[in-house]
């Protein structure tokens, strides 16, 4: 037997700042709403109760192209960042 999902709600980024006590409210009673700028979906607003939407990863993340192809090794330094920045600042006073 499937259940009927429940409507959800359009709420304007205006009534959201307006009436955010009622949203709220409604939210810990377990509703949920999408929220909309100009009328235009932007987001949703549900309980923490509801599950977490799945995520599907098509391809793991990888770093390809721009600086990480310049091959470019840091240089290392015999004085600490702290202590450029404080000699930095020194010569400003």
């Known amino acids: 037997m499937n259940r009927a999902e429940p ?6 980024q205006r009534e959201l700042r307006n009436e955010s006590g009622r949203v709220l409210r409604a939210v810990a009673a377990g509703e949920s709403f999408v929220l909309t700028n100009s009328g235009v979906p ?15 990863i098509t391809r793991p993340a990888r770093r390809s192209g721009g600086w990480s192809t310049l091959g470019v090794t840091p240089k290392r330094s015999e004085h600490s960042l702290a202590e450029i920045l404080d000699e930095i600042r020194g010569e400003r006073l």
């Open 7 to 12: 409507a959800v709600e359009s709420l304007s």
């Open 42 to 56: 932007v987001g949703r607003i549900v309980p923490l109760s509801e599950p977490e939407p799945g995520l599907s």
